[in-house]
C-alpha cells in the first residue's frame, strides 16, 4: 500500500503543469522588434511603447498597457528579419558551412592515414600499429562528432532563419 502511495505522490510531483508565460514586446529606433520576460529589461526610452504578449498553447494575444486584455495579433516581422540584415545572416551561414567543410575535409585526411595504417598492420602485426590505428579511430570519432554539432548548429540556424521569415537566397 505504502508503494502505491509513493507512486502516486511521485506521479503527481512529475507531472508538468501548464503555465502562460507573459513576455514584453517593443520596438527600438531601428525597427528591430525585442522581447524581454521581465520589464524591467526594456531600455527606459520605449518602455511606455512596449506591450505585454501573453503566450499559451493558443495564438498569441498583445495586452496594451491601457486595457486588461485587448486581443490583436503580435506584430511579426521587422525590415530586419530576426533583427540582423541581409550580410549577418549570409556571413552566419557562410562560417557555419566552412566550418563544416573544414571537418569533412580532416575527416577525409584521416580515413586515408587510417587506411594506410591497417594497411601497414595487415602487413607487419606490429603493436605499436595497432595503437596507432586506435588513436586515429578516436581521433576520427571525435572528428564526426564535431561534424555532427556542427550540422546541428547549421539547422538550428536554419530554423531560426526559417522562423524569422529570412529569404531563402540568405540561406545559401
Do not use: C
Not at 94 to 112: H, I, N, P, S, Y
Not at 141 to 152: F, G, R, Y
Amino acid at each position: 500500500m505504502k508503494t502505491i502511495w509513493l507512486s502516486l505522490l511521485l506521479l503527481s510531483l512529475l507531472t508538468p503543469t501548464a503555465a502562460p508565460a507573459a513576455f514584453y514586446q517593443w520596438t527600438d529606433a531601428e525597427g528591430v522588434v525585442h522581447f524581454t520576460d521581465n520589464r524591467n529589461h526594456i531600455p527606459t526610452q520605449y518602455r511606455e511603447k512596449a506591450h505585454r504578449v501573453e503566450v499559451s498553447d493558443t495564438a498569441p494575444t498583445v495586452v496594451s498597457p491601457d486595457a486588461n486584455a485587448v486581443s490583436r495579433p503580435a506584430p511579426t516581422v521587422t525590415a530586419k528579419p530576426g533583427g540582423h540584415d541581409e550580410r549577418w545572416w549570409r556571413n552566419r551561414f557562410k562560417e557555419l558551412r566552412v566550418e563544416l567543410k573544414a571537418l569533412q575535409d580532416q575527416r577525409t585526411g584521416l580515413e586515408q592515414q587510417l587506411v594506410e595504417l591497417r594497411r601497414k598492420r595487415t602487413i607487419f602485426q606490429r603493436a605499436r600499429d595497432r595503437e596507432a590505428i586506435n588513436a586515429m579511430q578516436a581521433q576520427v570519432s571525435t572528428v564526426d562528432a564535431k561534424i555532427s554539432e556542427m550540422l546541428n548548429r547549421i539547422a538550428a540556424l536554419d530554423l531560426a532563419a526559417a522562423q524569422a521569415a529570412v529569404p531563402v537566397e540568405w540561406r545559401q
